[in-house]
T-cell receptor, first 113, second 117 residues
Framework: DTGVSQDPRHKITKRGQNVTFRCDPI?????LYWYRQTLGQGPEFLTYFQNEAQLEKSRLLSDRFSAERPKGSFSTLEIQRTEQGDSAMYLC???????????FGPGTRLLVL | AQKVTQAQTEISVVEKEDVTLDCVYETRDTTYYLFWYKQPPSGELVFLIRRNSFDEQNEISGRYSWNFQKSTSSFNFTITASQVVDSAVYFCALSEASTDSWGKLQFGAGTQVVVTP
């Protein structure tokens, strides 16, 4: 049983460019979560999906951010017109139906120059 | 308002010493879950333990032990006989069962543990 995977692991981009990250949850986990972690802080919740439905979005998720989970499997997180303040580690986690424990992927570290 | 407080920013110990990490939480829910995660330098968050609000039994897993006290809203974590491999940032997290936040983890700021040989 493979764990949560994320791609890419690192991304360097210039301000104003769009970036997209992918998360593959543990198979058969129906819940998928995105978090953002800045240096020296704990992860902050961004959004979550149950199957393909996006059920909650944090106010941290500005209009430049969009997340999808087509067919309830992998998920993508897109940031449009990146800003330097978007530099952070983007973490994905998944959990099974009725389960409260979330398992995290290795994260995508984004640097916006 | 911060719901999970980890007052210790960094703790440095010498190998084989015990180290206790404090976690204080705040919630109005009667049903909630508390977690500890380890984040080694590689960056991946590793799940350590989950406790629900109705189970105050302390738990021991190898060199790790957890002390949950609802009366003081605390969920402290002790590493016994620390090893260099325990060096990491440890996060305490809360998940509330209320409908609008089901499953969402709210993390503390983390405690950096440095174990030197």
């Amino acid at each position: 049983d493979t764990g949560v995977s994320q791609d890419p692991r690192h991304k360097i981009t210039k301000r104003g460019q769009n970036v997209t990250f992918r998360c593959d949850p543990i198979s058969e986990h129906n819940r998928l979560y995105w978090y953002r972690q800045t240096l020296g802080q704990g992860p902050e919740f961004l959004t979550y999906f149950q199957n393909e439905a996006q059920l909650e979005k944090s106010r941290l998720l500005s209009d430049r951010f969009s997340a999808e989970r087509p067919k309830g499997s992998f998920s993508t997180l897109e940031i449009q017109r990146t800003e330097q303040g978007d530099s952070a580690m983007y973490l994905c986690a998944s959990s099974g139906a009725g389960a409260w424990s979330q398992y995290f992927g290795p994260g995508t570290r984004l640097l916006v120059l | 308002a911060q719901k999970v407080t980890q007052a210790q920013t960094e703790i440095s110990v010498v190998e084989k010493e015990d180290v206790t990490l404090d976690c204080v939480y705040e919630t109005r829910d009667t049903t909630y879950y508390l977690f500890w995660y380890k984040q080694p330098p590689s960056g991946e968050l590793v799940f350590l333990i989950r406790r629900n609000s109705f189970d105050e039994q302390n738990e021991i897993s190898g060199r790790y032990s957890w002390n949950f006290q609802k009366s003081t809203s605390s969920f402290n974590f002790t590493i016994t006989a620390s090893q260099v491999v325990d060096s990491a940032v440890y996060f305490c997290a809360l998940s509330e069962a209320s409908t609008d936040s089901w499953g969402k983890l709210q993390f503390g700021a983390g405690t950096q543990v440095v174990v030197t040989p």
